[in-house]
């Protein structure tokens, strides 16, 4: 008939191996028996490692303290009054810029507003350059007949 140990945790087997021989059961030599080593003890159980975990927390960007120019005064008036297609693609990157400042993203709020200002200013360059030719145009003709 098989010997039993009793259930009492602070039954020791005994079992100690020999010098040079690794332990088979998974316990230092005379721990407890059906207590796994968890460092030091505290009465009668082993003294549980504290494991703190630290919660997690989403890091939330305001606007940018100095927001950067978004130019959208200047797009609107460029699209409507000189050229359509460059106004269209500046206005386009000037609410870029403004969607970058609010978001806290200077990097891109430069980007945006430095295309939006080269777009506009071209824009603003063609439309006085075409309404300078259609003037001299009107007054070439109008002075030939």
Known sequence: ??????????YNTGYN??????????????QPYGVPYQGQFQGRYPVQPIVTVQPTFHVATGPLDQPLPDYLGFSIFTMLCCCL??????????????DANMSGNRPLAEGNSRTARILNNTAL????????SYIVLIVIINISY
């Open 17 to 30: 191996p020999p010098p040079g021989y690794p332990n088979q059961t998974g316990y230092p030599q005379g």
């Open 125 to 132: 360059g063609i439309g006085i350059v075409f309404t300078i």
């Open 85 to 98: 297609p460059l106004g269209i693609a500046a206005l386009v990157f000037s609410i870029k810029t403004r």
């Open 1 to 10: 008939m098989d010997k039993q140990p009793p259930s009492d945790p602070d």
